[in-house]
């Protein structure tokens, strides 16, 4: 069965900081990979996503993901965190093909001070 | 772009009590169709999705049921509301093979 851990529940850092979120997934074949951000009460956002290709993706409001097969881990970062970037950030996993019947992990809270 | 409407924004209800939420979705034709729940620290859970209009498949055995009696549209139901079934309601929809999940705003519940 398809798994995703994201092992902090809550970050805190400063703003200008540099930012890594944590995702571990498992999935038994070629994983379709998602992180999402989610603001107080709102849906989620699809900020970046993998599937195949380069295993570097860029994303919206200047994040990336590097996708690293070896570790089973889809990190997400960015490199200089504004104020408005807290909120909670989601890994999910998916089938690469299909409806996307995807696992979400549990979520990162992230707070930034100035 | 596909664009989701879910309604109410919020709601509380008295335990036994029916529900309804309806979601409809713009801007594609023939979406697959899910209703996840969110409850605080435990990600999102998924509910019910469907592949057409009738089809609907159940994930986890609960006091929820759906329906989806147009292509785009995709209502969540009880007829008695639990206390557990207070949470945050999130209807998504995809449009095609490999298209990601896209979301509504959500319905949050609060069963009194």
């Known amino acids: 069965a398809q798994s995703v851990t994201q092992p902090d529940i809550h970050i805190t850092v400063s703003e200008g900081a540099s930012l890594e979120l944590r995702c571990n997934y498992s999935?038994?074949?070629?994983?379709?990979l998602f992180w999402y951000v989610q603001s107080p009460g709102q849906g989620l956002q699809l900020l970046l996503k993998y599937f195949s290709g380069d295993t570097l993706v860029q994303g919206i409001k200047g994040f990336e993901a590097e996708f690293k097969r070896s570790q089973s881990s889809f990190n997400l970062r960015k490199p200089s965190v504004h104020w408005s970037d807290a909120a909670e950030y989601f890994c999910?996993?998916?089938?690469?093909?299909?409806?996307?019947?995807?696992?979400f992990g549990t979520g990162t809270k992230l707070q930034v001070i100035p | 772009s596909q664009t989701i409407h879910q309604w109410p924004a919020t709601l509380v209800q008295p335990v036994g009590s029916p529900l309804s939420l309806e979601c409809t979705v713009e801007g594609t034709s023939n979406p697959n169709l899910y209703w996840y729940r969110q409850a605080a620290g435990r990600g999102l859970q998924l509910l019910f999705y469907s592949v057409g209009i009738g089809q609907i498949s159940s994930e986890v055995p609960q006091n929820l049921s759906a329906s989806r009696p147009q292509d785009r549209q995709f209502i969540l139901s009880s007829k008695k509301l639990l206390l557990s079934d207070s949470g945050f309601y999130l209807c998504a929809s995809t449009g095609g093979l490999n298209s990601p999940l896209h979301f509504g705003n959500g319905t949050r519940l609060t069963v009194t």
């Open positions: 999935y038994g074949a070629t994983p379709y």
């Open positions: 999910a996993v998916g089938p690469s093909g299909g409806y996307q019947k995807v696992t």
